[in-house]
C-alpha cells in the first residue's frame, strides 16, 4: 500500500531515488494518506478487524469448525470454549445465503450494511465479496 498521495514514489522512496518498482499515476488514492482519515477506506476497515481479533479471544484461540465450504462462500464457527462466533465471507460477486447454528448479530461487516442484510435467525445474506463477524 502506497504511504503517501504524491504521485512521483507514493512515498517509498525519496524524490531523488528511482523505485525499484514502477509506481502508476493513480497509487496516491489507494495511499495510507488518502485513507486515514475516511472511516470507510479499507485502511479503516482492516484496523476495525484487527482491533476485534485483539479484543475477543474466540477470534485468536479456539477449536474452528467448518460450517460451509462452497466455492462461492466460507463459513466456520470459532470458539474459546466460553465464547463462539461465526466468521463468513462471500468469496463472489454475487449475494450469498449462509447457514449457521443458533440467532447470531453482526458484531462487523465488511460492509456498511452489515447489520441490515441479517435475514433470519441462522442465517444471513452476505454482499458480493462481504465477509462478517456474527456473535
Known amino acids: 500500500m502506497p504511504w503517501e498521495t504524491t504521485p512521483s514514489h507514493a512515498g517509498f522512496t525519496p524524490d531523488d531515488v528511482e523505485p525499484w518498482l514502477p509506481i502508476p499515476a493513480w497509487a496516491g488514492q489507494l495511499s495510507v494518506e488518502s485513507q486515514e482519515l475516511d472511516p470507510r477506506s479499507p485502511l479503516s476497515r482492516v484496523r476495525e478487524l484487527l482491533k476485534l481479533r485483539r479484543e475477543l479471544a474466540a477470534l485468536r484461540q479456539g477449536d474452528i469448525t467448518v460450517l460451509s465450504a462452497h466455492p462461492d462462500h466460507l463459513a466456520y464457527l470459532r470458539g474459546d470454549g466460553g465464547d463462539s462466533l461465526v466468521v463468513a465471507v462471500n468469496l463472489s460477486g454475487r449475494d450469498q445465503r449462509v447457514a449457521f447454528p443458533g440467532v447470531r448479530s453482526t458484531l462487523w461487516s465488511s460492509s456498511f450494511t452489515g447489520g441490515e442484510r ?17 456473535r
Open 118 to 134: 441479517d435475514r433470519l435467525p441462522g442465517e444471513v445474506t452476505l454482499a458480493p465479496f462481504e465477509a462478517r463477524v456474527l
